[in-house]
């Protein structure tokens, strides 16, 4: 029997203490966890305005990117549209000058300088700006060299022909003007 008590007391020694919570401290626990809790609510409730807000902002942002987006097309459209009404008027005199079936050369001949000089307006109202003149200094930022030739008339890279003009407008390049250089 001495040995049973030995183990016996044995593993009493070994079991750790447990203890004893009384109800004052169970009462603050309780308290602690309450307010953990509501604590805990506030945050998930921060959290869920903040993903709303960012959620909305979000949305926001798509909504202007279509805006703008659509706003870029009815300006393009409009514009295309304002240009190609301003060349209407030039499409109307070619077709009546292909009408006429007896006329002089001359007539025609008058009749294509009216049709140039109306386009030369539609393109100066346009902001068109055209490069390359016979005697201007050749720019190769402006004009597209395909030829040198010497000529003592003309100074140092002088521009001695135009094959095709050049325009631009502001400084954004159209058409380089094809040039031959003299010198």
Not at 165 to 174: A, C, H, N
Request: aromatic share 4%; charged share 30%.
């Amino acid at each position: 029997m001495a040995k049973k008590e030995k183990e016996v007391k044995k593993e009493t020694e070994q079991t750790p203490e447990v203890e004893t919570v009384n109800q004052d401290q169970l009462k603050q626990l309780q308290e602690s966890l309450e307010a953990l809790q509501a604590e805990l609510e506030q945050v998930k409730k921060a959290k869920a305005e903040e993903k709303d807000q960012y959620m909305r902002v979000l949305a926001e942002y798509d909504n202007y990117r279509k805006r703008t987006d659509r706003e870029k097309a009815a300006t393009y459209d409009s514009a295309t549209a304002d240009t190609v009404a301003q060349f209407l008027p030039v499409v109307d005199n070619m077709e009546l000058a292909l009408a006429q079936s007896d006329c002089s050369a001359e007539d025609l001949r008058k009749g294509v300088q009216m049709i140039q000089k109306n386009l030369n307006d539609i393109l100066s109202k346009l902001g068109v700006a055209v490069m390359g003149t016979v005697g201007e200094p050749f720019d190769p930022e402006y004009h597209q060299a395909v030829s040198h030739i010497e000529d003592e008339s003309l100074g140092e890279n002088v521009i001695a022909t135009v094959y095709r003009k050049g325009y631009r407008i502001g400084d954004k390049i159209v058409r380089h003007a094809t040039v031959i250089v003299a010198n």
